[in-house]
């Protein structure tokens, strides 16, 4: 049962690792290419296989049995190779929840918010600001926006997020550098302070290394001053990305993507996977009659385990697949027109249409790639929360931040756009978003304010 979860889990690279060390350990198993599949089953023969002596046998059997004697009970029952029963199933969710891994940031939030005091429609809302921060742990929608949603008073909305920004990380979930840096100063009880100032006031300054302007209004000696930014450099600006254990890594995709003729195809990258089957000449030896019972009772239980993980790996490629093709329903528009038609999705939308667990999809989605005619995203990519533009149609925050970046790359230089100005172009387009949103996305774009962007 873990091996099934962790070839769930396992990228494809990894995958192919595993299944390596699997057949060293499993005799009963080899490799085909699927060219030569049929060609070596019908010319194998019995006299063939009776070539191999008896005694070359057992000294193999003897070696494996030594090498895999701690695996042996776990595949001794005949269940695995049947329709897992409701029990199973449950056992196997429990276990893949109980998996040791680095928990993400929403997981950790989560945990807290557990034992938190908020109930009812503050504790949904508090869940839905989990979800909605960014991979630097930055709360990606206004407060506005959450108090519309919900249908809750903007004080209640801003109670709810002082209880999440209580959480550690410190200085998760706020809305802007400045907010984040002063929550941990907050914490440390260092408001007062002249970095707390600096921070307040002069952060523009900060980021400009003018220190000789911040001495001189802030009334204090410049090397005072000096101090207290490296005191604050030795904040976190990006809490949440302690929680981010991903690395570069050669990308292979697991599922492709194409445009058939009324349709779009799916399907899993099975390519990249070896063909397995069980070894002819050992099933052959099962049905010899003179061979030992020990040595059957042993071939019996690598066959299992064979089957078992071959059974593993073709669930593994249908969830995907399946996963893959609800994506591919809701995300039509965008591989038709592009980004900024991307729609809003939740990974628990996707797990009731599949019949999975949402912590499956998640778990199943990690480190996995699509390949579509616009390039090819990671599937966490195509979870984003959202907005409703003015017909009413759900809209993807990335189309906000899209539509953002390509209004200052068209900008005029010498009269850049403000956000209120970003305001009202987005309008024109059928956005409707709050200034405060524009000022959040510019700053994740890493896009200065309009006077700074003047040329």
Not at 35 to 63: G, H, M, W
Request: hydrophobic share 35%; glycine share 6%; with cysteine.
């Amino acid at each position: 049962m873990r091996q099934s979860l962790e070839i769930l889990l396992a990228p494809l690279q990894d995958l192919q690792a595993l299944v390596s060390k699997e057949m060293e350990l499993n005799p009963t198993l080899e490799v085909v290419e699927p060219a030569q599949e049929r060609v070596e089953i019908e010319s194998e023969t019995s006299q063939e296989l009776e070539d191999v002596s008896e005694r070359e046998f057992e000294e193999e059997y003897e070696v494996l049995a030594r090498l895999d004697e701690d695996n042996r009970e776990s595949f001794q029952r005949g269940e695995i190779l049947q329709k897992p029963s409701a029990d199973a199933e449950a056992k196997r969710q429990f276990m893949l929840e109980s998996i040791t891994a680095t928990p993400t940031l929403q997981q950790h939030l989560k945990e807290q918010l557990d034992l938190s005091s908020l109930e009812g429609i503050e504790r949904q809302l508090g869940e839905m600001m989990i979800g909605s921060l960014d991979d630097d742990g930055y709360l990606s929608l206004s407060i506005d926006d959450l108090a519309e949603s919900v249908g809750l008073d903007v004080e209640v909305v801003e109670d709810v997020l002082d209880e999440i920004q209580s959480f550690d990380p410190v200085g998760v979930a706020s809305r802007s550098l400045q907010e984040c840096l002063l929550q941990q100063l907050s914490r440390s009880g260092r408001l007062g302070t002249l970095e707390a100032q600096i921070i307040e006031r002069h952060l523009m300054d900060l980021g400009r290394h003018r220190y000789g302007d911040i001495a001189r209004k802030l009334g204090v000696d410049e090397d005072e001053v000096r101090s207290a930014a490296e005191r604050i450099a030795n904040l976190d600006p990006k809490p949440g990305r302690q929680f981010d254990s991903e690395e570069a890594v050669y990308v292979i995709p697991e599922v492709f993507v194409r445009k058939g003729r009324d349709k779009w195809n799916v399907r899993t990258n099975d390519r990249e996977l070896p063909t397995l089957r069980i070894s002819r000449r050992y099933r052959n030896l099962m049905n010899d009659p003179d061979t030992p019972k020990d040595v059957k009772r042993y071939i019996r239980d690598k066959v299992r385990g064979g089957g078992f993980l071959m059974k593993s790996i073709g669930q593994r490629q249908e969830t995907l697949k399946k996963i893959a093709e609800e994506i591919v329903e809701v995300q039509e528009e965008f591989l038709e027109k592009g980004v900024k038609h991307l729609k809003p999705l939740t990974m628990n939308e996707i797990a009731e249409k599949v019949g999975i667990h949402e912590t499956t999809v998640s778990r199943a989605v990690s480190n996995k790639y699509m390949q579509t005619p616009r390039g090819t995203y990671e599937l966490k990519y195509f979870f984003t929360p959202g907005y409703k533009d003015e017909s009413g149609n759900a809209v993807s925050n990335k189309s906000i931040k899209d539509a953002i970046r390509d209004l200052v790359d068209r900008e005029n230089k010498s009269k850049p756009l403000s956000d209120q100005g970003m305001v009202k172009a987005l309008q024109e387009q059928g956005y409707k978003v709050a200034r405060r949103t524009i000022a959040k996305y510019r700053d994740e774009l890493h896009i200065l304010p309009s006077h700074l962007r003047k040329e």
